[in-house]
């Protein structure tokens, strides 16, 4: 500040004003050049601030090779060929997703009689039992929480006495606002959040981070007259808080981790802060790898900067707070911190909750009354709704009541033990791999690991897959990772088996697995232009809807 005052003081202004007073569309001219300078020099040096000027002369190639790729792909002859190529891999995409089974019809409208009982659940019988991963024997990553079969039949009957109920409709179903009021304190209590903590229910991990984000951006422009607030989330932040900046329109800035750890990198986080900020994010833990980042750190700087900061424990959800009491290192991710504002809790993970069901937390109730809708002026009413949705399914709340009092804390505790060590016991188990190394540090069900060159991992991933093991693929570093859930705990010598047989049979013969994932990942791992991978992507969901 200093040295701005010491050259404003050396400049001559009666000159300066002389000039445009002979001259004003050219003194107009050069003030509007050198204010888009200014706007951009200040964009480098924030940028080199936050990533180093190695790593911010990377993305600034990337964006300038992705830029003359998608230029070129609007010429004529260039771009049909890609689109081609685009419009063969959502094929194969689509092609590999819908097949004919034969003698199974398909409903392409309602049809013309009802279909008697016993012909609606053949039907589903039968789709419910189409081949796919066999998550049963535990060979899928994640994916299905489950709480045990007798745990299932309880909150299917839970399901079933509350499936015609909707929360919006209190003075209809006064037992289920009872209900979901009483999940939502059980939670606070888990995260130790006080008589003046408070939460809602929401569909699910990724709404109950959309709604922390609306909160904050609301409290930004309310309280402290932001209207352009921006977020700052580790790189390794789950996706939901891009896609919540997507949907309000705000900047999201990337915050790089520590190469070793995986855990964000606090003075890149601090450096990211400015006066628009209105919200910072630490997991625990974080769907890639597992890793906590250092919340009591983050806690701190959150109250030193003055801005929210979110908790996204959707993952460690049942797991985290019993670390300590189950013998693990514990990681402290509640209202304990100081500076925590707002935390997320997944209960249809490993609450073992029917999936729909998630809780988000504030740390008072203003704070939650910024996430609410409210309009006085409608015609049809006051209306006011405390989620994105207006009607919700009364039954997943149910069902999400009846496991979490059925399952206790001791039953919560011995999960956690069982579940955790289960990542320890394959943790250790890849560490004696030579060709493999874990990804950071991790402390919660997920572990991550990667290979040395020349093993391809994903074509690791390829080989267990055959095996019937469903791996989940990362990226930046490739990666693979397995998250354990009780159904992995009894199969993990075969995993460490199979993983070790893989790897030998990849790295003698990687032109085997040259293909497959490989050329998918690498593919979107290389390519500069992500509006190719978008459009992939987007082919991928329209598969989902194809028949």
């Known amino acids: 500040m200093p040295q701005v005052i010491s050259t404003l003081a050396r400049v ?25 300078a200014f706007r951009q020099a200040t964009k480098a040096v924030r940028k080199v601030s936050i990533y180093g000027l ?108 509350f499936n015609i109920t909707n929360p919006l409709h209190p003075g209809v179903f006064p037992g289920l606002r009872r ?39 609301v409290w930004g422009r309310d309280e402290r007259g932001i209207e352009t607030p921006n977020i700052v989330v580790p790189i390794t932040a789950h996706a939901a808080f891009d896609k919540a900046a997507e949907y309000f329109g705000i900047r999201i800035t990337h915050v790089p981790v520590d190469h ?40 701190n700087l959150a109250i030193k900067c003055k ?13 985290m707070p019993f670390l300590k009491e189950a013998g693990f290192p514990e990681i402290v991710c509640d209202f304990r911190l100081p500076g925590v504002t707002t935390i997320s809790c997944d209960t249809h993970k490993y609450g073992f909750a029917p999936k729909g069901t998630s809780v988000v937390m504030y740390r008072n109730k203003q704070m939650r009354h910024y996430q609410y809708f409210t309009i006085s002026t409608w015609p049809g009413g006051i209306y006011a709704s405390p989620t994105m949705a207006g009607s919700r399914s009364g039954a997943v709340i149910a069902g999400c009541w009846a496991a979490m009092t059925k399952m206790g804390r001791d039953g919560y505790l011995q999960e956690c033990k069982d579940i955790v060590g289960c990542r320890l016991e394959i943790q250790r188990g890849i560490e004696k791999i030579p060709e493999l190394y874990v990804v950071g540090e ?65 790295k003698a013969n990687p032109e085997n697995y040259s293909k497959g994932s490989q050329a998918v990942y690498g593919f979107a791992s290389t390519m500069p232009d992500t509006t190719i991978v978008d459009e992939v992507a987007c082919g991928f969901i329209d598969a989902l809807y194809a028949i």
Not at 12 to 17: E, K, N, P, S, T
Not at 260 to 278: F, W
Request: overall charge negative; aromatic content about 6%; some cysteine.
């Open 442 to 506: 991790p402390s919660s069900t997920v572990v991550a690991f990667a290979s040395s060159q020349p093993v391809n991992i994903y074509g690791v991933m390829d080989e267990m897959k055959t095996r019937g093991w469903d791996l989940s693929p990362l990226q930046f570093p490739s990666a693979l990772h397995i998250a354990c859930t009780r159904l992995t705990v009894p199969v993990v010598v075969d995993f460490l088996n199979d993983l070790r047989e893989s790897v030998s049979l990849v």
């Open 12 to 36: 001559d202004w009666q000159r300066m004003a002389a000039y445009t007073i002979r001259s004003p569309k050219q003194a107009l001219i050069n003030a509007a050049i050198a204010y888009f």
């Open 54 to 161: 190695t790593k911010t002369l990377s993305l600034l190639w990337r964006y300038m090779t992705g830029a003359v790729i998608r230029h070129v792909r609007r010429a004529p002859g260039t771009g049909v060929v890609v689109q081609k190529n685009i419009a063969k891999m959502v094929k194969d995409i689509e092609e590999s997703m819908v097949t004919d089974i034969p003698g199974e019809s398909k409903y392409l409208a309602i049809p013309e009689h009802g279909m008697t009982d016993e012909e609606i659940l053949a039907i589903l019988n039968r789709r419910q039992n189409e081949v796919g991963i066999d998550w049963k024997s535990g060979r899928a990553s994640g994916a299905v929480y489950h709480g045990g079969e007798k745990l299932v039949e309880l909150t299917n009957k839970a399901y079933g006495l």
């Open 260 to 299: 070793k750890t995986q855990k964000v990198d606090l003075k890149a986080m601090k450096r990211a802060i400015d006066s628009d900020t209105v919200l910072v994010v630490g997991s625990s833990a974080t769907f890639p790898h597992g890793v906590s980042d250092d919340l009591e750190a983050i806690s």
């Open 307 to 319: 801005v929210g900061f979110h908790v996204d424990s959707c993952l460690g959800s049942f797991i």
């Open 179 to 217: 209900i979901e009021a009483e999940v939502v304190r059980m939670v606070l209590d888990l995260y130790n959040g006080g008589p003046e903590c408070c939460g809602t229910t929401t569909s699910g991990g990724t709404e109950s981070i959309i709604m922390a984000v609306r909160a904050h951006v």
